[in-house]
């Protein structure tokens, strides 16, 4: 049964950094895509990035240039490097496996003063 642990969230002001953690268990963590979403109070879940066994990456518009996605396969682990963080990226902050029906608990980002 595959689980997903993200870790690393907090409060931090703007123009902040934070690096956020995704460990993933019960499946083949180093053959599948890997995606991270997020979610607002007052907004629906959305897709925030894309990284590829490969190591292609994608992001939506509103983060490219300030978030970097990396992977570390050996700790079955997926980061997300956030820089410049602004206001609007307050959200709760979920991983999983590209296709995957499966949610963890979400790591709180809050950029604020």
């Known amino acids: 049964q595959e689980k997903y642990v993200e870790s690393g969230g907090d409060l931090v002001p703007p123009g902040g950094s934070l690096r956020l953690s995704c460990a993933g268990s019960?499946?083949?963590?180093?053959?599948?895509?890997m995606t991270w979403h997020r979610q607002s109070p007052d907004k629906a879940r959305g897709w925030v990035a894309t990284?590829?066994?490969?190591?292609?990456?994608f992001y939506t518009d509103s983060v490219t240039g300030r978030f970097t996605v990396s992977r570390d396969d050996a700790k079955n682990t997926m980061y997300l490097q956030m820089k410049s963080l602004k206001p609007e990226d307050t959200a709760v902050y979920y991983c999983?496996?590209?296709?995957?029906?499966?949610w963890g608990q979400g790591t709180q980002v809050t950029v604020a003063n």
């Open positions: 990284l590829f066994p490969v190591g292609a990456t």
């Open positions: 999983r496996k590209h296709g995957s029906a499966t």
């Open positions: 019960g499946f083949s963590f180093s053959d599948e895509i």
